[in-house]
């Protein structure tokens, strides 16, 4: 998993709170990918970004949830008016600047376990 | 809803015997497999992926198998390995993986000694 690196690796944020949690890709990758991983459950995709645009968010709550991925800087996930039902582990993932199809798998960071209290 | 599933939420294996994993997808859209490995407190670990133009891809102990008729794949490994032991998720994808990937809910699979 090294390459993705995500920050930081635990996150604890009271009731109400915002949180931040950050993504840098891989070097040369320009596709970021956040998901979300609930107890028990398996990867959920949240949102997919190229640099300065949000392509797929189909995944991302309506509300109190954004992304970004500026020109400059890692990938932001926030989560404004945290709940309890927010506390997940965030995972960030990059592919190739170009996605080549077949054999561009995904790379994972090691996560943001956020809880809140 | 579930488009993908992995019915067996763990698997036990003896160190040396072949494990199987198994995934069943519901979605005719989906076009690329793959199979990550999840260690406690790491991100998931690409291990290997499957087209659907094949019906079969090995690399080294690990192969998986696509049968797209019955919309199920599986994942050999052998021998199995204690560091195998690990959870095991099942994704797809359309479009050849440009777009985000469904994941299953894993198979926490655990080699015995």
């Known amino acids: 998993n090294a390459g993705v690196m995500q920050n930081p690796r635990h996150l604890v944020r009271r009731r109400g709170q915002e949180a931040r949690l950050r993504c840098s890709p891989m070097?040369?990758?320009?596709?970021v990918y956040w998901y979300r991983q609930l107890p028990e459950e398996g990867l959920k995709f949240m949102v997919y970004l190229q640099k300065e645009n949000i392509i797929d968010e189909s995944g991302m709550p309506k509300e109190r949830f954004s992304a970004e991925f500026p020109k400059e800087g890692p990938s932001i996930l926030r989560i404004q008016q945290v709940v309890r039902g927010d506390s997940a582990a965030y995972f960030c993932?990059?592919?190739?600047?170009?996605?080549?199809?077949?054999?561009?798998?995904?790379?994972f960071g090691n996560g943001t376990r956020l809880t809140v209290t | 809803d579930q488009q993908v599933k992995q019915n067996s939420p763990s698997l036990s294996v003896q160190e040396g015997r072949i494990s199987i994993l198994n995934c069943d997808y519901t979605?005719?859209?989906?076009?690329?497999f793959l199979w990550y490995k999840k260690y406690p407190a790491e991100g998931p670990t690409f291990l290997i992926s499957i087209s659907s133009i094949k019906d079969k891809n090995e690399d080294g102990r690990f192969t998986v198998f696509l049968n797209k008729s019955a919309k199920h794949l599986s994942l050999h490994i052998v021998p199995s390995q204690p560091g195998d032991s690990a959870v095991y998720f099942c994704?797809?994808?359309?479009?050849?993986?440009?777009?985000?990937?469904?994941f299953g809910k894993g198979t926490h699979l655990i080699i015995q000694p």
């Open positions: 994704a797809a994808s359309r479009g050849g993986g440009a777009d985000g990937l469904t």
């Open positions: 979605n005719s859209m989906f076009d690329y």
């Open positions: 070097k040369g990758h320009s596709h």
């Open positions: 993932a990059s592919s190739p600047t170009t996605p080549t199809g077949f054999g561009s798998p995904l790379h």
